[in-house]
Nanobody
Framework: QVQLIESGGGLVQAGDSLRLSCAAS????????MGWFRQAPGKEREFVAA????????YYADSVKGRFTISRDNAKNTVYLQMNSLKPEDTAIYYC??????????????????WGQGTQVTVSS
């Protein structure tokens, strides 16, 4: 069992930056691929970014490519999402996800093993 706790969300203005963190406990963090998803009101949960267990392979959704950066620190059991040049359309609840397979994380939310509780990000115009 892996427990994930996100932090770092908040209310910012368009153009600002935020860094989300997801701390993992239990299980072997370095064995898991990690990802970030988001869900806006009335919309389905969507993929944002994913990183392999070693950090050597990274994927981004087209909507965040060039603005967001995913990274991980296996010594701290933590994955990060640096979000720059935020836009109002980035407003959503952001969820951290973990699965043993990177392809499962990238494929979307339905088969992922573990989820955090989410952290709200609100970007005002």
């Amino acid at each position: 069992q892996v427990q994930l706790i996100e932090s770092g969300g908040g209310l910012v203005q368009a153009g600002d930056s935020l860094r989300l963190s997801c701390a993992a406990s239990r299980g072997t963090f370095s064995s898991y691929a990690m990802g970030w998803f988001r869900q806006a009101p009335g919309k389905e949960r969507e993929f944002v970014a994913a990183i392999s267990s070693t950090g050597g392979t990274i994927y981004y959704a087209d909507s965040v490519k060039g603005r967001f950066t995913i990274s991980r620190d296996n010594a701290k059991n933590t994955v990060y999402l640096q979000m720059n040049s935020l836009k109002p359309e980035d407003t959503a609840i952001y969820y951290c996800a973990a699965d043993r397979l990177l392809r499962t994380v990238v494929a979307g939310p339905t088969r992922i093993d573990y989820w955090g509780q989410g952290t709200q990000v609100t970007v005002s115009s």
